[in-house]
C-alpha cells in the first residue's frame, strides 16, 4: 500500500486504504501516525476488518463467509513490508501467529481462516457478531 497506483475501486467492490505514512496518497488520514498505530486504530473502529495480501484466495473465502451471514467486514490489503507492522501492532499476549490473513472481530483477534470456520461451525460466529454490532439480531442465515 504504498501507493496507490490507480483510484478505481477493487474488483470486489472494497475501498483501498493507505497506511504507510505518506502525504500523496489522498486517503492517507494523519502523516504522523505510525502504521502500527494506524492499524491498531483500524481495529479498534471497525467491528469486522480482515487484514490481508494482494490476491489471497483465504481472505476471499473469509470474506464470502462473512457476507453469506450477513456481514460485509472491512478488508485492508497489507503490502509485504506492511505485514510485519501488523505482527507489531496485534498485543504481544495476542500474537498466535500473526500475520496475514487475519480478521478481528469486536477489536479482538480471531485468527485466520482456519479459526474463523472454527468459531463458525462451533455455533459462536453469530452471536459474537450480534455482540459487537455488525449484525442486527439472530434472524440472519446461517
Same mark, same amino acid.
Request: with cysteine.
Given at each position: 500500500?504504498?501507493g496507490?497506483?490507480?483510484?478505481?475501486?477493487?474488483?470486489?467492490?472494497?475501498?483501498r486504504?493507505?497506511l504507510?505514512?505518506?502525504?500523496?496518497?489522498?486517503?492517507?488520514?494523519d502523516?504522523?501516525?505510525?502504521?502500527?498505530?494506524?492499524?491498531?486504530?483500524?481495529?479498534?473502529?471497525?467491528?469486522?476488518?480482515?487484514?490481508s495480501?494482494?490476491?489471497?484466495c483465504m481472505c476471499?473465502v473469509?470474506?464470502?463467509l462473512?457476507?453469506?451471514?450477513?456481514?460485509?467486514?472491512?478488508?485492508?490489503?497489507?503490502?509485504?513490508?506492511?505485514?510485519?507492522?501488523?505482527?507489531?501492532?496485534?498485543?504481544?499476549?495476542?500474537r498466535?501467529?500473526a500475520g496475514?490473513?487475519?480478521?478481528?472481530?469486536?477489536?479482538?483477534?480471531?485468527?485466520? =481462516?482456519?479459526?474463523?470456520?472454527a468459531?463458525?461451525l462451533?455455533?459462536? =460466529?453469530?452471536?459474537?457478531?450480534?455482540?459487537?454490532g455488525?449484525?442486527?439480531?439472530?434472524n440472519?442465515v446461517?
Amino acid at each position: 500500500m504504498q501507493g496507490v497506483k490507480r483510484f478505481l475501486p477493487p474488483s470486489d467492490g472494497g475501498v483501498r486504504l493507505e497506511l504507510s505514512p505518506t502525504t500523496a496518497s489522498p486517503l492517507a488520514l494523519d502523516v504522523s501516525e505510525t502504521t502500527e498505530t494506524r492499524i491498531q486504530r483500524l481495529i479498534s473502529e471497525n467491528p469486522v476488518i480482515i487484514f490481508s495480501r494482494n490476491s489471497c484466495c483465504m481472505c476471499h473465502v473469509m470474506k464470502r463467509l462473512l457476507s453469506t451471514i450477513g456481514v460485509h467486514p472491512t478488508v485492508i490489503e497489507l503490502e509485504e513490508d506492511e505485514i510485519g507492522a501488523l505482527s507489531a501492532a496485534v498485543d504481544e499476549n495476542d500474537r498466535g501467529g500473526a500475520g496475514a490473513p487475519v480478521v478481528f472481530i469486536g477489536g479482538a483477534r480471531v485468527g485466520g =481462516l482456519e479459526s474463523l470456520v472454527a468459531l463458525h461451525l462451533s455455533g459462536h =460466529l453469530v452471536a459474537k457478531l450480534v455482540e459487537v454490532g455488525a449484525l442486527g439480531g439472530m434472524n440472519m442465515v446461517l
